[in-house]
């Protein structure tokens, strides 16, 4: 009340009067405001939690209704074609947690850059490119006379992207046609030897499809040498694309096998269509949509993105090139590699800052901006993390829920609600295998350092580390495993291409392509 009263005394206090107030007083309102800022964001998040759980179980609770009321209905000569339920009431029975559920809310980031603080941050990061971008014209202009920034590294990384886009048209053509059909076959009726025939066409395709997105990608990227970027293209659309065909399968066949006869079961082809490209990983026949596009939103993440990429390559080009490229010309120590290792830790942990911004903030807002795709949290507040169990659970949410939906709770109904610890497992296995295949994948060799950091260190971290664990002090170990995690995976993946450069195999041979070339290189 004494606040309010002051803001209105000084209202009413004609212009040029100056208020009689106690030195600092204004200045300890300025102070509070950030803080009544954050307090408010806080309270907001803890109302958007609450409004989230109990509308997952309100919405359960009325599908459960609507079904139970459409079974009662008395049938009739002529009933019409009775509409499938939601595949939420169906597929609740095969899981034993609970379900994502889609709510209108922006990514974090978003309202974090309405605090004044978090933008100066942000505006840290610009300064830094600029300097990079400075320093590389000082450099050309000292050795060569001249100010031209050179995009070689950008050029040669992106070589050959046409092909690649050329090669992702059958992939989505194949995961757009493929399972739905299946769907559609599945869902006929079952009387006859009809419903048995296109049970046995809809798995044939289901292998087609699957050979596809497994097969082609992987013969264009060899057989055509493309370099990495191009090959980013081809495995994340590969992986992401058969995630959401599973989901897909995943989510309609449950109301297809407990649908009665004459019921439509199976999803619209504009659902299945919007799912393909909406930023999620969970099928459902509707998600929360926003009123309109933000175009202007739209163009500023499309740019950001676009300055991550640069950004990258400018750290690559002036920390990591440098440093690695003739690693291989000196003697092997272990001095040296622990030099190695601690030199690329501040290389390492800017690529993962801005894998995350540019991929998970600014390229999935843009697609959610221009589909109206409402849910927005790609990703928690991963940086606060106190144990690894929380990091991985909110680094990012896109893939955590997929993996939390189909291998977790479905490991559960497969085994037992007891088995929690093999599921966890499994989570770790899947995730594990698929991250060191996209390493694979994109470098062209088997090296797998991802592999054993992800699965060995990053489960018996997750396992030790548990959420029982808070405080400032286990943030700062996490920020600490995270830098040297990171120097470790571009240190060791950075001397493998170019020891295979430096030396390259006389005769391909298998051994010779999953042995580490950079044990053994010295020129």
Not at 300 to 306: G, R, V
Not at 330 to 338: I, W
Not at 409 to 434: K, T, Y
Request: net charge neutral; aromatic share 14%.
């Amino acid at each position: 009340m004494e606040a309010r009263e002051a803001r209105l005394r000084r209202r009413e206090r004609p212009e040029g009067e100056k208020e009689d107030t106690p030195s600092g007083e204004g200045d300890t309102e300025q102070h509070r405001a950030p803080d009544l800022v954050q307090w408010t964001r806080h309270m907001e998040a803890v109302k958007t939690q609450l409004l989230e759980g109990a509308q997952g179980q309100l919405m359960e609770l009325l599908n459960q209704a609507v079904w139970e009321a459409v079974q009662s209905y008395p049938p009739q000569s002529k009933a019409l074609p009775s509409i499938c339920p939601d595949s939420l009431s169906k597929t609740r029975k095969l899981s034993l947690g609970k379900r994502k559920v889609f709510i209108i809310r922006k990514s974090l980031l978003d309202e974090l850059m309405e605090i004044q603080h978090f933008c100066t941050i942000y505006h840290m990061f610009i300064a830094g490119l600029c300097v990079f971008i400075i320093s590389t014209l000082a450099i050309d202009f000292i050795d060569e006379g001249r100010l031209v920034l050179e995009f070689d590294l950008l050029i040669f990384s992106f070589g050959q992207l046409p092909l690649a886009l050329v090669t992702w048209v059958p992939m989505f053509l194949s995961t757009l046609l493929a399972p739905y059909q299946a769907i559609r076959l599945w869902a006929r009726p079952r009387a006859g030897g009809a419903w048995t025939l296109g049970v046995g066409l809809g798995c044939a395709l289901l292998a087609v499809h699957a050979a596809v997105l497994g097969a082609l990608p992987v013969h264009v990227a060899v057989e055509h040498e493309l370099p990495p970027a191009s090959r980013c293209v081809l495995v994340f659309e590969q992986v992401r694309l058969l995630m959401k065909s599973y989901s897909f399968l995943r989510e309609a066949v449950p109301g297809i096998l407990h649908a009665r006869d004459g019921e439509i079961c199976a999803p619209s082809f504009s659902s299945y269509l919007y799912f393909l490209f909406c930023p999620t990983l969970i099928y459902r026949d509707t998600y929360p949509r926003t009123p309109h596009v933000r175009w202007n939103y739209v163009a500023k993440n499309f740019a950001q993105a676009l300055g991550c990429v640069l950004y990258a390559c400018f750290i690559l080009g002036r920390l990591c090139v440098p440093a690695f490229a003739n690693m291989s010309r000196e003697p092997f120590s272990t001095r040296a590699l622990l030099l190695s290792i601690l030199h690329a830790t501040l290389p390492g942990i800017f690529m993962l800052l801005l894998i995350f911004f540019a991929f998970l903030h600014c390229w999935l807002n843009a697609f959610a901006e221009m589909l109206r795709f409402g849910d927005r949290m790609f990703y928690r507040d991963w940086w606060n993390s106190t144990s690894f169990s929380n990091y991985y659970r909110t680094w990012n949410v896109v893939v955590h829920d997929w993996l939390y939906s189909y291998v977790y709770q479905d490991g559960l109904w497969l085994f037992g609600g007891q088995a929690r610890g093999s599921a966890m497992l499994g989570v770790f296995l899947v995730s594990a295998v698929v991250h060191e295949y996209i390493f694979c994948f994109v470098l062209g060799f088997f090296y797998p350092v991802m592999l054993i950091l992800f699965f060995v260190i990053g489960g018996l971290l997750n396992f030790a580390m548990h959420d029982r664990h808070t405080g400032p002090a286990w943030n700062v170990l996490i920020w600490t495993m995270l830098f040297l995690g990171q120097g470790i995976l571009v240190s060791l993946y950075c001397q493998e291409w170019y020891a295979r450069r430096h030396c390259p195999l006389p005769q391909t041979t298998f051994w010779g392509l999953v042995t580490p070339r950079s044990w053994s290189c010295r020129i």
